[in-house]
């Protein structure tokens, strides 16, 4: 059974940092693409940034550019979000995400096949 497990979330003062860490099990996703997605409350579950499986390449919505970064290392099965230059809407609930086969990092998460539980951003003005 697959599973994607969050941690790093917590609580932090506007400008401040968290690292957000995805472990999964189950299978291994070396080329499948990974993504975050987060739902802040009263809103639509968005897009925040993901990697390619095979070439690493990245993809960023525009919100996120030059404050976040994601990354992965495939011998752990993880992915992971450096979030930097917090803002108060930055505050959400952060999913890690994944696709079953293909390796593009797409920004839909219509096409992500597996979803964590989330974890918990808060960022105080």
């Known amino acids: 059974q697959v599973q994607l497990v969050e941690s790093g979330g917590g609580l932090v003062q506007a400008g401040g940092s968290l690292r957000l860490s995805c472990a999964a099990s189950g299978r291994t996703f070396g080329s499948a693409a990974m993504g975050w997605f987060r739902q802040a409350p009263g809103k639509e579950r968005e897009f925040v940034a993901a990697?390619?499986?095979?070439?690493?390449?990245?993809n960023y919505a525009d919100s996120v550019k030059g404050r976040f970064t994601i990354s992965r290392e495939n011998a752990k099965n993880a992915v992971y979000l450096q979030m930097n230059s917090l803002k108060p809407e930055d505050t959400a609930l952060y999913y890690c995400?994944?696709?079953?086969?293909?390796?593009?990092?797409?920004?839909?998460?219509?096409?992500?096949?597996?979803w964590g539980q989330g974890t918990q951003v808060t960022v105080s003005s």
């Open positions: 990697i390619s499986g095979i070439t690493g390449t990245t």
């Open positions: 995400a994944a696709r079953r086969y293909y390796s593009g990092a797409s920004y839909r998460a219509n096409e992500y096949d597996y």
